[in-house]
């Protein structure tokens, strides 16, 4: 089965409440997905695709009342685009899209630090983060 099929059989189950076979499809998903993206480093829409399922897990254990497990998903997700932002070998270009992609990963965990108690000093990582990205974005252009 292929990733985008999973992927929506994960979100039928999601928006049927089937909580257990969401996270299965969603997990098998992620899965294939980085199966694929290990093959070609340099896909960017495998790599968004994968973003987004991680964020799906993260969705999914939010409903459930699992924040902490919630905020996991949205960190690895962040932690892999800050790591391939900073990564040498990469091309150039894949470096940026990872830097640019640290935005999209980066907006969730805003948005869970303002439901969520944080500490002072991750609310404070998280935001001075978010200033560095929006400066470099102006940079960019």
């Known amino acids: 089965m292929h990733w985008q099929q999973l992927m929506k059989q994960g979100n039928d189950c999601f928006d049927q409440q089937q909580w257990l076979q969401a996270e299965y499809f969603y ?28 964020h799906n897990l993260s969705a999914l254990f939010e409903v459930q009342e699992e924040s902490q497990v919630a905020l996991q998903f949205l960190l690895i997700a962040h932690q892999r685009m800050l790591d391939l932002s900073q990564n040498q070998t990469l091309s150039e270009d894949m470096q940026l899209i990872a830097h640019r992609a640290l935005k999209t990963t980066l907006m969730p965990l805003l948005q869970y630090s303002q439901k969520y108690p944080t500490c002072n000093h991750c609310q404070h990582a998280l935001q001075t983060l978010k200033a560095q990205l929006d400066q470099n974005q102006e940079t960019v252009h």
């Open 27 to 54: 997990q098998e998903a992620i899965t294939s997905l980085d199966s694929l993206w290990q093959q070609d480093i340099e896909n960017i829409e495998l790599l968004m695709a994968w973003i987004s399922g991680v």
